[in-house]
């Protein structure tokens, strides 16, 4: 499985980005995906995920009502639609894939960086 990040960019605070993750190496469907983001000297923390059918969204609570998490299960991409952006959403941000009945995310995408001047 290769999952390939790409989107990333400078905007100015309010402004808006569409990140995209695109998967191959195999079919999916039981599945899981999520965004992750780590800012400059923190952890990585968990943005989003939903299942591959795009149902069952869940966002951690600084992104609520701002990011969208969405799938193309025809052209095997994972979306995520950042709206509202402000300087502390600033990072790199990560897709990841897992099988929905594991707890481990075992697929990384390379990682976009995100820019949000004030």
């Known amino acids: 499985v290769q999952l390939q990040a790409s989107g990333g960019g400078l905007v100015q605070a309010g402004g808006s980005l569409r990140l995209s993750c695109a998967a191959s190496?195999?079919?999916?469907?039981?599945?899981?995906v999520a965004w992750f983001r780590q800012a400059p000297g923190k952890e990585r923390e968990f943005v989003t995920n939903?299942?591959?059918?795009?149902?069952?969204?869940y966002y951690v609570d600084s992104v609520k009502g701002r990011f969208t998490i969405s799938t193309d299960n025809a052209k095997n991409t994972v979306y995520l639609q950042m709206n509202s952006l402000k300087p502390e959403d600033t990072a790199v941000y990560y897709c990841?894939?897992?099988?929905?009945?594991?707890?481990?995310?075992?697929?990384w995408g390379q990682g976009t960086l995100v820019t949000v001047s004030s």
């Open positions: 990841a894939l897992r099988r929905a009945y594991t707890s481990d995310y075992d697929y």
């Open positions: 190496g195999r079919t999916f469907s039981n599945d899981i």
């Open positions: 939903c299942f591959w059918n795009g149902q069952r969204t």
